[in-house]
């Protein structure tokens, strides 16, 4: 269960709506919501920086009062930290969450979250949920498609969504097929008994890869179905003692439009 959430807050009134994303998670479950918003940090003296300092405090003490404003309306346990660091801080600082929350990156705007995923998705050891830069409502539970190849990552990552699957009206369990989807774990047979035995009866969609790749099926499924969150794991390869993402991942991440829940 879900009781403890922390989110990365935007500056950006325009994208507020991960704030809301995130409330409207904390609201479902009772949980407590904290959000963390980072002031301006750069490797040059604050002196010489001057304006951009201020600007930035500014739009940080905004995006706090904004945030406050919203989780007043609903008697929300909810507080905000103001804080200095980078995106490993608070990879470290979700440690200690049952769950984070944060948005996708928006090119057009020049936001990018992609280190800020990457390593609360490697480092933290928890959950995350990224809402995309496109997001207009707030969490429905009408339909959860978890991603399902049978890996350790997979299975890590549905077993971390139960709380959401035992609230979703429908969840169904997507099999991208090819080579490797020949035996009973793959295709799913036992993952659907255990959920079954968690009272979450799954339906099994299999969907051919095709010419595309995994990404690009997945997105394509996902398009033509009312999903209301994407359940898969995070897969990435290691490189100089740390974590990058894999193909696949950051294929999801440039081009979501769900939100995605990811376990690594």
């Known amino acids: ?41 750069a490797n040059i003296p604050a ?23 919203a989780t007043k309306r609903g008697a929300l346990s909810a507080e905000s930290r103001l804080v200095s660091g980078t ?20 090119d057009h705007k020049g936001i990018s979250n992609s280190i800020l995923i990457e390593t609360t998705l ?9 809402v995309p830069s496109t997001q207009r409502e707030t969490l429905k539970l009408e ?5 399902w190849d049978g890996s350790r990552t997979a299975a890590r990552a549905i077993n971390d969504a139960l709380p959401f699957l035992r609230k979703a009206n429908a969840v ?6 090819d080579e ?16 079954a035995r968690h009272d979450i009866k799954v339906a099994v969609e299999t969907i051919p890869a095709a010419d595309r790749d995994v990404a690009n099926a997945i997105l394509s499924h996902v398009a033509g179905s009312p999903t209301s969150l994407l359940v898969m794991g995070g897969y990435g390869h290691s490189r100089l003692r740390e974590f990058v993402f894999g193909g696949a991942t950051r294929g999801m991440l440039s081009a979501m439009t769900v939100p995605v829940f990811m376990s690594h």
């Open 1 to 41: 269960m879900f009781k403890d959430i922390i989110l990365h807050l935007e500056r950006d009134p325009s994208r507020d709506i991960a704030r809301d994303f995130a409330v409207s998670i904390a609201e479902a479950f009772s949980a407590h919501l904290t959000a963390l918003i980072f002031n301006f940090e």
């Open 122 to 130: 490697f480092d933290s050891g928890r959950p995350l949920i990224i």
């Open 180 to 195: 490797t989807t020949t035996n009973d774990q793959v295709k799913g047979t036992e993952i659907g008994r255990h959920l």
């Open 172 to 177: 169904e369990l997507l099999i991208v097929e």
């Open 87 to 106: 995106p490993k801080t608070f990879s470290e600082v979700a440690r200690c969450f049952d769950l984070s929350v944060v948005m996708q990156s928006d």
């Open 47 to 69: 002196d010489a920086l001057g304006d951009l300092f201020a600007e930035s405090e500014t739009e940080a003490r905004g995006a706090i009062e904004r945030f406050e404003l």
């Open 143 to 147: 339909k959860v498609v978890c991603c």
